[in-house]
């Protein structure tokens, strides 16, 4: 019996009325158009990935057969965080695109913070402070610390590194950007100018240690892929994607924490989270003062270091409750926490600071 080439036949059957006009030219189109070259700035493994599946897409496609293609890959440009993250995040997504920011002469946040310097082993001091981010640049920014405690060296502390700081040398605890107080020449109640701070990394506001303005955070967009693009416009050139990845969750964070970032943008960092890679849920948790909220976090796993970004928020509302940071030696199987900020209420008013020691 004559064997019976079925895609032949197929074909053949189907009315003349079902049969596409002739058009030689739609796989080239389709080809072209699934391997256009997209922005440098996606990465070199992004690209292979989204050519590689539109590559499949087309051919598939030009040949009329259905293609699944993966939820996470459409529109996203790569792997999403894990589907529990993924939930949490879209969720904060919308509840806080529902919560306008407001308006007012100054972005008021109240909150505490814990830190201490790692590399050299030594104990964490605690602080209790405020910041006054004026809107006009034509006003004073403030600092306002309420109290700290005084950091000392653990009685069990390995002797500082080699290079590395040591905390009964450097007398501090509170610090605001990379700008700290000083246990010799400083006391509480404190009130510094913002505005002080003049030099990169260590002027407050800033992200990730780049300085920005009111201005600049209240044009960030709500489009999530537009405001990635602003945030990677932010960092150092030629960062790998993983490196990319990290720094942008970092920026989020530190934008979602303090700084007054409107209800749009807002709920775009949270959708842009939810897009990045790595990312996994934390479930349900409390934060640094024991409140209770849901957290993601970002874990970088290298042979000599490790480091891990929590944010905690508030399930109900998408506000962020809390960022911890923790940092190892040898990946990530000795990671130990290195600081947290907790920010208590945050929001533009149009009261004036209270300035402890200033008339």
């Not at 996203?76 to 965080?81: D, E, L, N, V, W």
């Not at 150092?236 to 943008?265: M, T, W, Y």
């Amino acid at each position: 019996m004559k064997k019976i080439d079925v895609m032949k036949v197929l074909p053949e059957a189907r009315p003349a009325s079902l049969r596409p006009a002739d058009d030689p030219d739609r796989l080239a189109r389709i080809v072209a158009a699934a391997t256009t070259a997209p922005s440098s700035r996606n990465g070199v493994r992004a690209r292979r990935r989204r050519l590689g599946l539109a590559w499949r897409v087309g051919i598939a496609a030009a040949a009329g057969v259905a293609v699944a293609v993966p939820l996470a890959l459409m529109g996203t440009g790569g792997p999403s965080a894990d589907p529990a993250a993924r939930s949490l995040l879209l969720a904060a997504a919308e509840q806080t695109g529902r919560t306008p920011t407001g308006t007012g002469r100054y972005w008021h946040t109240r909150g505490a913070n814990w830190g201490g310097l790692f590399s050299a082993g030594r104990t964490h001091g605690f602080c209790k402070d405020e910041t006054w981010v004026a809107r006009s640049p034509a006003d004073p920014s403030w600092w306002v610390v309420h109290s700290w405690s005084r950091v000392e060296a653990a009685p069990d502390a390995p002797p500082p590194e080699e290079g590395s700081f040591d905390s009964r040398q450097a007398h501090f605890t509170c610090a605001r950007g990379n700008r700290a107080l000083s246990e010799q020449t400083d006391t509480t109640p404190y009130a510094g100018r913002l505005n002080d701070f003049a030099e990169p990394g260590s002027s407050w506001p800033n992200v990730n240690g780049r300085p920005v303005t009111v201005a600049e955070l209240e044009r960030l967009p709500s489009d999530p892929e537009a405001l990635k693009e602003v945030l990677i416009g932010w960092q150092n050139a030629d960062l790998s994607d993983a490196k990319r990845d990290e720094i942008l969750f970092q920026q989020a964070a530190e934008l979602l924490l303090e700084l007054p970032v409107p209800a749009g943008a807002r709920s775009a960092l949270f959708t842009l989270l939810a897009d990045l890679p790595q990312v996994r849920s934390l479930g349900a948790v409390r934060d640094p003062l024991g409140r209770e909220g849901v957290g993601v976090a970002f874990r970088t796993c290298e042979t000599r270091y490790g480091t891990e970004t929590r944010i905690l928020f508030d399930k109900g509302t998408g506000r962020l409750l809390s960022v911890q940071n923790a940092a190892g030696k040898q990946g990530c199987g000795d990671l130990r926490p290195r600081s947290w900020t907790a920010v208590l209420e945050s929001g533009w008013t149009d009261e004036t600071p209270e300035l402890p020691g200033r008339s």
